[in-house]
């Protein structure tokens, strides 16, 4: 096993991850490097705090109206049914 002692072993699996990220940052130069490197902590940091929050917001996740059929009176004065995709909800 790998394990440096600095972070928890549920981290183990995201050693691959840490090895591409490596590979991507590195480039022609120092300045370039330290930028790329930069811009991919900071945008996978926004990105879990864009999780987080959306979690606060959506605490179920994306779960929608149930699919039902509404009914609508027509102009006979009987009812027809019509799916809610039809009505613009």
């Not at 022609?28 to 979690?55: D, H, P």
Request: hydrophobic share 40%; net charge positive; with cysteine.
């Amino acid at each position: 096993d790998i394990w440096c002692g600095l972070v928890p072993r549920a981290y183990l699996s995201n050693w691959p991850n840490v090895a591409q990220f490596i590979i991507f940052s590195v480039y022609k130069n120092t300045g370039t490097t330290i930028n790329l490197a930069t811009q991919g902590i900071v945008g996978t940091t926004l990105a879990g705090l864009n999780m987080r929050f959306m979690m606060l917001l959506f605490p179920h996740g994306a779960r929608g109206r149930p699919c039902v059929e509404v009914k609508t009176k027509a102009k006979a004065g009987k009812y027809t049914i019509v799916p809610l995709s039809r009505t613009g909800r």
